[in-house]
């Protein structure tokens, strides 16, 4: 596990789900009519439970096999319209030799150059916007940026480039990253030049946006520095997509649905009005 030298470690997770792709208004889109996403959100965060409960329920030996039969269940099911795709960061290691506007600032901070340390080496990392979204989820938005292969981890993390990326790199490129803190070659596969737009709520920006894919398989990289922790990232993270329904009246549908499915593996989950 890295740690950061400029900014705190925890301010670094927080942060993850955070930004990553525009909230702002769009007029122009590539998808035929207004779609509307709602997010589907874990409870385990509010003032719902004592630090003492969320470590008795996330210490459970079955809670993370939970998270996972949730997810199959919410990309399988008819009764939920699921996509499994979230907003986020990947960090690009090295110093940055690129402009400031494809690094992701969190509200206009610098973060380009962060010195941290990775297996006891001295690095720096600049996080990048980054999309990410499983095949399913590629398919109902009617995108072709990845193939099948490339949601199978086989040591290398696909990437999709944004437009202002191809002054740097070429397809094929290697890029060493960290995700969920911990480090990855990732693979430059392609470039895309259209914005991403969901409804007229939310897009992401072409031009700094990086694409990666949910992967099966990752459980063979075997060199992992915090396994247990990545996976539990992994697995929130993924269980935090959106829920597609064009009638705002289905909300409460929608969301006692969600509920029912998380209550068969004894989870506290839910959908959120809005992003």
């Known amino acids: 596990m890295y740690k950061l030298k400029k900014i705190p470690l925890l301010l670094s997770v927080l942060l993850l789900s955070l930004q990553g792709c525009s909230g ?22 509010t003032d719902k439970y004592t630090e003492a409960e969320l470590s008795q329920i996330t210490g459970n030996d079955s809670f993370m096999n939970n998270l996972q039969k949730f997810n199959n269940e919410m990309n399988s099911t008819d009764t939920v319209d699921f996509y499994d795709m979230k907003r986020g960061t990947i960090d690009f290691i090295g110093k940055w030799n690129k402009p400031k506007d494809l690094a992701n600032g969190y509200g206009h901070k610098d973060l380009t150059d962060q010195e941290v340390t990775i297996k006891g080496k001295s690095e720096y990392i600049t996080p990048v916007n980054a999309f990410i979204l499983n095949q399913k ?8 940026y ?11 993390f696909p990437m999709v ?7 740097y790199y070429n397809i094929g490129d290697t890029i060493p990253i960290t995700y969920l803190r911990e480090k990855f070659n990732g693979k430059v596969v392609g470039f895309y030049d259209k914005d991403l737009v969901f409804d007229e709520f939310s897009h992401c ?7 990666i894919p949910y992967m099966d398989n990752l459980e063979s990289k075997d060199d992992y ?17 959106y829920i597609y329904f064009p009638n705002t009246l ?11 499915i998380a209550q068969k593996y004894n989870l506290d989950y839910t959908v959120l009005r809005g992003y």
């Open 146 to 156: 990845l193939s099948d292969q490339d949601f199978i981890y086989n040591g290398e």
């Open 24 to 45: 702002s208004k769009v007029t122009a889109s590539d998808m035929q009519g207004e779609k509307t996403f709602y997010q589907v959100v874990d409870n385990y965060k």
């Open 205 to 211: 920006d072409s031009y700094s946006t990086v694409i």
């Open 250 to 260: 289905d909300y409460e549908k929608n969301k006692d649905a969600v509920e029912k």
């Open 137 to 144: 989820a590629m398919q109902k938005l009617g995108l072709d």
């Open 161 to 167: 480039l944004g437009s202002g990326f191809k002054e």
């Open 225 to 241: 520095e915090n396994r247990e922790e990545f996976f539990y990232t992994y697995n929130t993270f993924r269980n935090s997509g």
